[in-house]
Structures are given as structure tokens and as C-alpha cells.
């Protein structure tokens, strides 16, 4: 009966060696593969690995340890004080590389968040999708620019046909003979043309959201 007692008790020191070799720090180059992180009190797990993929990031710099002294909680989780609502979906991108929204959160969010932990992709991504958004809302609807130029009959084909670009050709209007050459009756039309005009997202719309990101 000893013999089983000792044997169970070399079982639990081995079972108790396993975990503890998990809580001493690995050496370098093998550090634990899972990391906790508690953004505004929200616990996120993952790998130093998906942390990493964006070496320059502030992520993969807190997760190697260097220079960066973060506190950590009660569980040994990095303490990070950012929103935790957008922090699921930069943590998505890092592991699969797109990057994936509700319909209802604000894509500046996101943006803030991929500015504080510098994840250079990601910004760039999110840049092109507000500006996107932004051409297409300021595509619609376009303004009408309309003009009235005046000439004689004989002017007139040559004035339609070397209208400039994106001038349309509206209305004609006879206004009759206004004066003599001699005995030939000039013929004066005033001629409509109109433009449609769209705010271009490239700094002449009106709107102050651009201005202000630039």
C-alpha cells in the first residue's frame, strides 16, 4: 500500500511540475503563446502570435515586453485604459486581416483606436473607406449650373458643337431680329445650357467632416 501512496504522490508532483513550468518565464524566443489583455475591463485572449502580425504595432511591443513597463491585473492580464467596443474588431483584423464593422459603429472610432496601437494597415484601410463613403455621399445629388449665351443664327452650330466639356444643351430661344446689316436680317436665339456639378470629395465640397480630417 505504501509503494501506491508514494507512486500517487510522484503523480501529483508531476501533474504540479507541469503547471509550474507554465508560471516561470519561458526562455527567451519561447514566450507563453496566450496573452490576456483587459482593455477598459473587458478581458480579450489571445495569441502573442495574432499581437505580433503588425510588428511596428503598439500591441506586439507591449506583448515582447520591450520598453513598455504595462500594469497588469489581478489575473495577469495587461492593463490597456481604451474603449473596449472597438478593440474586437482590431483584434479580428491582426488575426485575419479584414476588417469587419457593425452597421452601427463610427468607422473614426475604429481609426482612434488603430492610431493608438499603430497598426499602419488598418488605418490605411479605414482612410480609404471613409473617404469612399464620403464621395459617395457627396455624389449625390448634383447641382445644376445653367447658362444663357446669346448669339446669332449663323454662330449657332458652331457655338453647340464646340461646347466644352460636360455642358449640356438645354433650350433655344428665338428672339427674333434685333437689328439690320444693310438688308439682312440677323437672327439672335438665346441659347440654355446647363452643367451638373458634383461636390468632389477632393477638397472643393463643402463639407466640414473632410476639412476637418485633412
Not at 501512496?5 to 527567451?28: F, N, S, Y
Amino acid at each position: 500500500g505504501v509503494r501506491m501512496r508514494m507512486e500517487g504522490r510522484e503523480e501529483m508532483q508531476g501533474a504540479v511540475g507541469l503547471r509550474c513550468t507554465w508560471d516561470i518565464p519561458p526562455p527567451a524566443g519561447t514566450q507563453a503563446k496566450w496573452v490576456r489583455l483587459n482593455v477598459g475591463g473587458t478581458v480579450f485572449l489571445t495569441t502573442r502570435q495574432t499581437l505580433c502580425r503588425e510588428q511596428k504595432s503598439f500591441l506586439c511591443r507591449l506583448c515582447q515586453g520591450e520598453e513598455l513597463q504595462s500594469d497588469r491585473d489581478e489575473t495577469g492580464a495587461y492593463l490597456i485604459d481604451r474603449d473596449p467596443t472597438y478593440f474586437g474588431p482590431i483584434l479580428n483584423f491582426l488575426r485575419h486581416g479584414k476588417l469587419v464593422l457593425d452597421k452601427d459603429m463610427a468607422e473614426e472610432g475604429i481609426l482612434e483606436e488603430a492610431e493608438f496601437y499603430n497598426i499602419g494597415p488598418l488605418i490605411r484601410i479605414i482612410k480609404d473607406r471613409m473617404e469612399e463613403k464620403d464621395y459617395t455621399v457627396t455624389q449625390v445629388p448634383p447641382k445644376h449650373v445653367y447658362r444663357v449665351l446669346q448669339c446669332q443664327e449663323e454662330e449657332l452650330t458652331q457655338m453647340v458643337s464646340t461646347m466644352s466639356d460636360g455642358w449640356r444643351f438645354e433650350q433655344l430661344v428665338n428672339i427674333g431680329s434685333s437689328y439690320n446689316y444693310g438688308n439682312e436680317d440677323q437672327t439672335e436665339f438665346l441659347c440654355v445650357v446647363s452643367k451638373e456639378l458634383y461636390n468632389s470629395p477632393s477638397g472643393q465640397s463643402s463639407e466640414p467632416s473632410h476639412k476637418a480630417k485633412v
